[in-house]
Nanobody
Framework: VQLQASGGGVVQAGGSLRLSCTASDNTFSDYFMGWFREAPGKQRQFVAALTRNGYGQTYADSVKGRSTASRDNAKNTGFLQMNSLKPEDTAVYFC????????????????WGEGTQVTVSS
């Protein structure tokens, strides 16, 4: 499966963005999904993960309460709604999928999309 993240941009602190991750085919629903981000000079870090049906979600502490991950399997698309954005949220955001289980570890994910840049200005 191929993935493409989109929806990034430049936003002022306190603003919101909604990222999308579109999969190339309808095997998307067979996968657990994750969102990660990579800031300049830092390792890629976990942001959120969802179960195959989207009913189960988990978030990094850094975004908990400010972000909501969801998915629409009929459209082969996942979403990450980010609110109350902070300058420290500035990063390239990636979506990824994993077939077997729910994970917050980069190394567990099988397929990755190209990232989308999110820049939060103060």
């Amino acid at each position: 499966v191929q993935l493409q993240a989109s929806g990034g941009g430049v936003v002022q602190a306190g603003g919101s963005l909604r990222l999308s991750c579109t999969a190339s085919d309808n095997t998307f629903s067979d996968y657990f999904m994750g969102w990660f981000r990579e800031a300049p000079g830092k390792q890629r870090q976990f942001v959120a993960a969802l179960t195959r049906n989207g009913y189960g979600q988990t978030y990094a502490d850094s975004v908990k309460g400010r972000s909501t991950a969801s998915r629409d399997n009929a459209k082969n698309t996942g979403f990450l709604q980010m609110n109350s954005l902070k300058p420290e949220d500035t990063a390239v955001y990636f979506c990824a999928v994993h077939r077997d289980y729910y994970s917050d570890r980069v190394q567990d994910y099988d397929y990755w999309g190209e990232g989308t840049q999110v820049t939060v200005s103060s």
